[in-house]
Nanobody, 119 residues
Framework: VQLQASGGGLVQAGGSLRVSCAASGSIFSINVMGWYRQAPGKQRELVATVLSGGSTNYVDSVKGRFTISRDNAKNTVWLQMNSLKPEDTAVYYC??????????????WGQGTQVTVSS
């Protein structure tokens, strides 16, 4: 099983970006999918999560600006980021709690994608 993240980049404040993350391999089911971020010199922060049924949660600082969504058939999660602020600059990591076809459940991580917001 592996997670492949894509998207991100450089954008001016107020702009938008979308990052995506696709899981592949011997997947039986995926429970939660989500995104963390880590800015230089700061602790990793949980940004948003989405359950298989569609329930979502967000850290307060991104509520109303970011939207997490997923396609269960494609094992893919997206994070749409609007009204970006310089303080959103970080490396964004996707993760997924996956039950493999051997029925072992584990958390898997994407490789991280840089999001830089200029002021």
């Amino acid at each position: 099983v592996q997670l492949q993240a894509s998207g991100g980049g450089l954008v001016q404040a107020g702009g938008s970006l979308r990052v995506s993350c696709a899981a592949s391999g011997s997947i039986f089911s995926i429970n939660v999918m989500g995104w963390y971020r880590q800015a230089p010199g700061k602790q990793r922060e949980l940004v948003a999560t989405v359950l298989s049924g569609g329930s979502t949660n967000y850290v307060d600082s991104v509520k109303g600006r970011f939207t997490i969504s997923r396609d269960n058939a494609k094992n893919t999660v997206w994070l749409q980021m609007n009204s970006l602020k310089p303080e959103d600059t970080a490396v964004y990591y996707c993760y997924a709690d996956i039950k493999r076809t051997d029925y072992v459940t584990a958390r898997y991580w994407g490789q991280g994608t840089q999001v830089t917001v200029s002021s």
